[in-house]
């Protein structure tokens, strides 16, 4: 078993890329890709990622924030990219880029959103998650940005929301 407290791993260690087409069973009534099943999509990969970080069980503790830059339509291959931006002591931050990708394989951006997931034991307690090594200044950016968001959090909460 892994001493959490001294176990550290990279962003990149525990990053996820998805691949996936925009199916009519994803469709809303609008013509575009429902948002219910981009979610899916976005909360399944956090998970991964978070597991890949942990190599324990996790669960999603809140969606943050969820922009919907623009839409997806049938037939779009929508690429999704998890990544880690911030740990704490039971909890991490991952964020999930959403892209269409064209036929020339040129990415653009549909959505970006910020989870926060919570380490389980076996038993379903919380454990202590592995640190985080960052690498590069823009992972200290996310860092830096992980820590005003969970303070957002903090405040949410304490105001009832």
Do not use: C
């Not at 623009?70 to 880029?97: H, Q, W």
């Not at 202590?128 to 959090?153: H, T, Y």
């Amino acid at each position: 078993m892994e001493n959490k407290d001294t176990v550290t791993r990279t962003v990149e260690e525990s990053r996820v890329e998805t691949v996936h087409i925009v199916r009519p069973e994803h469709m809303n009534s609008a013509g575009r890709m429902f948002g219910g099943a981009l979610m899916q999509w976005i909360d399944e990969v956090a998970g991964l990622v978070a597991k890949r970080h942990s190599h324990t069980m996790v669960t999603t503790a809140s969606v943050d924030n969820l922009h919907f830059i623009t839409s997806a339509f049938l037939n779009d291959v929508v690429v999704l990219i998890g990544r880690i931006t911030y740990v704490g002591n039971s909890s991490m931050e991952v964020r999930v880029d959403t892209y269409v990708e064209a036929m020339n394989g040129i990415r653009t951006p549909i959505n970006r959103a910020y989870l926060t997931v919570v380490v389980l034991d076996e038993t379903g307690k919380t454990v202590r998650v592995p640190r985080l090594k960052l690498s590069n200044q823009m992972e200290e950016i996310e860092w830096e940005g992980g820590i005003k968001r969970r303070e957002m959090r903090m405040l949410r909460r304490e105001e009832g929301f």
